[in-house]
Each structure stands twice: as C-alpha cells, then as structure tokens.
C-alpha cells in the first residue's frame, strides 16, 4: 500500500479536482473490478482496490464531473425507467393471456351457430 500512496497525485488538477473524487472514483472501479469486469491494462497489483486505484492514477479509467456527470445521470435514469415501463407492459399483456386462458373454461367466446345454419 506505501507503493500506491506515493503515487498520488499532489498537484495534478487536469485529472482530479480532489483527492475526494479520486477516492470515490478508485471505489467505483474497484466494485466493478470484484464483478468480473476486465483490466484496462496491465498491473503488478493483485488486490481489486490496488488495481482500481491504479488505473485511475495512469487515466486508464475516464470518469464525468460537473454538468457532464449530471446529464449523464439523468440519462440513465431515463434509460431505467423506460426499461421498467417495457418490462412492467410485457409482464401486463402475460398477465393478461394467462387470465384469459384461465377465464376461457368458465366463458364460451367461440361464435355461435344459430340453427337455420345448421339446418342448410
């Protein structure tokens, strides 16, 4: 861990803004690093937290700030919600067949023959 401390930033402003987002950056990298995602380059380090903490330190990893960071936000959620919205109408229109199909034991909705059509 004493190899990664010296590699932080002091004055580097184009990458970090504080060591704050820098933190929080390496957290939400290291998160995906521990669900499968794959390097975006080659390490010494074998713990997830080293090697996320390690590409954003190179610019590996390009994250948002600002107005950018927000609209992308916003983005997303939109993205979700309407994925939310399609997944709740096809669950309605399942649900729907499935009462249908269920009620069509109870109800004849086949057309009937009246018996002047039977008789020709």
């Known amino acids: 861990m004493i190899d990664m401390l010296s590699l932080l930033p002091e004055s580097n402003h184009e ?15 290291a998160k995906h690093l521990t669900q499968g995602a794959p390097l ?17 330190l190179h610019g590996r990893i390009h994250f948002l700030t600002g107005k950018e960071a927000r609209q992308a936000l ?28 269920e009620l069509s034991v109870y109800v004849d909705d086949s057309p009937k023959t009246t018996e002047s059509d039977s008789e020709e």
């Open 15 to 29: 990458l970090f803004d504080s060591r704050h987002r820098l933190v929080i950056a390496a957290a939400q990298r």
């Open 40 to 56: 975006m380059g080659p390490t010494r380090f074998t713990k997830e937290t080293t090697q996320a903490l390690d590409e954003v």
């Open 74 to 101: 916003k983005e997303v959620k939109k993205g979700r919600e309407s994925e939310l919205e399609r997944a709740v109408t096809v669950e309605s229109a399942e649900d729907a067949r499935e009462i249908k199909k």
